[in-house]
């Protein structure tokens, strides 16, 4: 049981998040139609989880193989070539990631040193930014989890 709630740990949080974005937006929706008053400032927390959402859905696309990857040349190819692709594959999504990594660090870094705060609630604006370079390990861990996995499949026939 804990090792299937670690290993689809992303689909349960996505789950989750859609189920607090549907609802906050429901909610701003019955607020504005029903009392004219929007409730403005849950666009910015449906947006900063949506930031979440994207890469908790990417990491599980990586998890169980099914991104957009090189499947269509790979599968054409000899066995030896195919594990050069997936090593391939795996390193070029990693340097994608690590690039978002490094990129966002500094992004983090000048909203700190500038002081910047969303605008509708008033939050620190790094606190919605520090969601990509966490979620972009989640992802690199999880690339190099479906590449082993996928070259374990190789190797297996």
Same mark, same amino acid.
């Not at 607020?31 to 666009?43: G, I, K, M, V």
């Not at 997936?86 to 990129?103: D, E, M, P, R, T």
């Given at each position: ?8 740990? =992303? +689909? ?9 974005? &549907? ?15 929007? #409730?403005?400032?849950? +666009? =910015? ?7 979440? #959402? ?7 696309? /990586?998890? %169980?193989?099914?991104?957009? !990857? ?24 990693? /340097? ?14 000048? =909203?700190? !040193?500038?002081?910047?705060? &969303? ?29 082993? %996995? ?5 190797? +297996?026939?």
């Amino acid at each position: 049981m804990i090792r299937r709630l670690i290993d689809h740990f =992303e +689909e349960i949080l996505c789950a989750l998040m859609l189920a607090v974005m &549907s609802g906050i937006m429901f909610i701003n929706v019955i607020c504005r139609y029903l009392f004219r008053f929007s #409730l403005a400032f849950t +666009e =910015e927390v449906v947006i900063g989880l949506f930031v979440w #959402l994207t890469l908790l859905g990417t990491a599980a696309a /990586f998890r %169980q193989g099914s991104h957009l !990857a090189f499947h269509f040349f790979t599968a054409r190819m000899p066995r030896s070539y195919q594990k050069w692709l997936i090593g391939l594959q795996a390193g070029l999504g990693v /340097f994608l990631f690590l690039s978002l990594i490094y990129f966002s660090l500094f992004q983090i870094r000048d =909203e700190i !040193a500038l002081d910047i705060t &969303s605008s509708g609630i008033g939050l620190p604006q790094w606190w919605y930014t520090a969601g990509l370079p966490v979620g972009c390990l989640l992802v690199i861990l999880r690339i190099l989890q479906g590449s082993w %996995q996928a070259s374990q499949r190789n190797r +297996e026939g």
